[in-house]
DNA sequence: AATACTACCTGCGTGC
DNA sequence: TGCACGCAGGTAGTAT
């Protein structure tokens, strides 16, 4: 679920919680959210490790520990949890109340759990020396996590393929404008697949492209010099203020501490349909662009030909 | 090579 | 109430 903003959240809340403590022992309950190692060495491996630092790249959190780094991605739904400390009365009800005794058998003893709270969606504990506790929870089970060698997080697949950072510096007009122009696809999926520019998802995508006044499907080669330029301030901007606001919580977001972001009072387009653009007035529309659901002001973000550049047949 | 579609999962709201 | 279906802050793998 989370974009840049709502992954920087997390990261600044872990970075409170968890750096300076060291593992003493991590139990996976769901083997699939580890992609690499294989989980007993993964597991393994970790023991021992001190978390020094948290960064992070695109939408990929990167915890720096003694001698690995290692990798999350939390796809739609993955959460960070944190717990101080045991607490046993909730863990036993909690335990029977979301597991079956075949999963609890399957996958662990109430004694290796240490007495912190579990659920069916709890699926990687790491417990810390000082007796306190992190875990991973994921209700879709799409986050992923890779125990690299220390130093290598950029060379991981995912994170060696994304595109700058959206900040001034990093993302410039130039490089940003030869890699619209060669891609005939729509401006929308384009800038989704993180090449061209990481960090923006499904909403701030729409928010991007509303207050640059673009059509989601304009086909990216078309668009003008000066939409081009809009749109990458456009990015830039939404981005570094939702990451003001802590990000945005529309269903179940919530950043390490379990607090909600607060970036859904300023939303123009996402999940605004039919109330009207706060440009122009007319109600948003939801259409469907590359299969993902999508928001737009008909009025202010209009279709149009081409960009005075040549342009192929199929651009319209 | 570039683009499009599907799989991966679970839960929730809607309409019959 | 039950059930089928569509939808959800993402990406990787597989077709075309």
């Known amino acids: 679920m989370p974009e840049l903003p709502e992954v920087e959240t997390v990261r600044q809340g872990l ?37 020094n630092e948290i960064s992070r790249r695109g939408k990929y959190l990167v915890f720096h520990l003694t001698d690995y780094d290692l990798v999350s991605h939390l796809r739609m739904e993955g959460k960070y949890e944190f717990f101080s400390e045991p607490s046993s009365e909730l863990a036993a009800e909690e335990i029977t109340g979301q597991l079956t005794v075949q999963e609890l058998q399957d996958a662990f003893t109430k004694d290796e759990l240490g007495g912190f709270p579990v659920t069916k969606h709890t699926h990687v504990l790491f417990f810390f020396t000082d007796g306190s506790q992190l875990q991973y929870h994921d209700v879709r089970k799409f986050g992923r996590m890779a125990l690299l060698p220390k130093g290598t997080a950029g060379d991981y697949k995912g994170i060696a393929r994304l595109g700058p950072e959206p900040t001034p510096e990093a993302f410039t007009l130039k490089e940003f404008k030869v890699g619209l122009l060669k891609s005939h696809k729509a401006i929308k999926p384009l800038l989704l697949d993180q090449h061209l520019v990481t960090g923006l998802g499904n909403i701030y995508v729409d928010e991007a492209l509303w207050q640059a006044k673009i059509h989601p499907e304009q086909p990216a080669n078309t668009l003008t010099d000066q939409e081009i330029s809009r749109l990458r301030l456009a990015i830039i901007d939404v981005l570094k203020r939702a990451v003001a606001a802590g990000g945005t919580t529309i269903r179940t977001y919530l950043n390490a501490l379990g607090e909600a972001g607060k970036f859904q009072l300023s939303l123009n387009v996402y999940s605004q349909t039919g109330k009207p653009c706060p440009r122009c007035g007319t109600p948003i529309e939801k259409i469907k662009v590359a299969q993902r659901g999508t928001h737009f002001c008909p009025t202010c973000q209009k279709l149009h030909q081409g960009n005075g550049r040549l342009v192929k047949k199929g651009a319209r």
């Open 15 to 51: 970075t409170q919680l968890v750096v300076g403590k060291t593992i003493a022992k991590v139990l996976v309950l769901w083997p699939k959210i580890i992609e690499s190692p294989e989980v007993s060495a993964f597991s393994h491996n970790l023991v021992g490790q001190k978390i």
